[in-house]
């Protein structure tokens, strides 16, 4: 019992040194010996619980995205109507981005590294998101005038660039709000954008 509570000690170590050092440099400039260093724990430990590198990127970016997964499955059982649904997965989504830097640097690096699949976790999530948009639209819950991944996109995508982008906004355009103001802004017409995104055409019989 007591080497299994070693061995979990040892993985959550080593998941948060390399959690760190994918999201400072990237996998290409990231090393078993830079994880190494930062956690003491030799190369060889590290590969005894993690076949690779790429395996132990996979686990940590896994570990990422389900924490997000987490909290969008906890808003969609709190919401109590489709509306409701769309508003508390924005701000939600929003705050979990705001607030998680490093899920934002991971995946940023990435892009930029070229990598796809991100997680089958984080697939599983976008897949879910598009088929529950898509059962939405079929249940004529929803409009259909846009497809469920264009929505998706639109909301998510939306979501990131002003995290990326809001402040160099306030300084180009000489805006005065406070920053928790323009996030209020943003928020509540991203949520009107949406709501009218998927609101059912009054021509439709």
């Known amino acids: 019992m007591r080497k299994r509570r070693n061995g979990d000690d040892t993985q959550r170590r080593v998941l948060a040194a390399a959690q760190r050092a994918f999201a400072e ?10 994880i190494s260093k930062r956690c003491g724990i030799s190369d060889g ?8 590198k790429s395996s132990l990127y996979h686990r940590v970016l896994e570990n990422e995205a389900e ?46 590294e070229g990598v796809t699949g991100l997680s089958d976790k984080g697939s599983a999530l976008t897949t879910g998101f598009v088929r529950l948009l898509g059962e939405l639209q079929d249940s004529k819950t929803i409009g259909d005038r846009f497809s469920p991944l264009v929505l998706l996109t639109v909301v998510m995508g939306s979501i990131m660039h002003w995290q990326r982008y809001r402040e160099q906004y306030r300084r180009t355009l000489n805006l005065t709000q406070m920053p928790e103001e323009l996030d209020r802004l943003f928020l509540d017409q991203l949520s009107d954008l949406a709501a009218e995104m998927t609101k059912m055409s009054r021509n439709r019989k």
Request: no cysteine; aromatic share 14%; hydrophobic share 40%.
């Open 45 to 52: 430990l590290i590969l005894h619980h993690f076949k690779n």
């Open 25 to 34: 440099k990237g996998f290409s400039a990231t090393s078993l010996a830079d």
């Open 67 to 112: 924490k997000y997964t987490s909290m969008l499955l906890k808003s969609r059982r709190s919401a109590t109507g489709i509306e409701q649904l769309i508003k508390q997965t924005i701000e939600q989504s929003f705050a979990f981005w705001k607030k998680d830097k490093t899920y934002n640097r991971l995946t940023l690096w990435a892009y930029l």
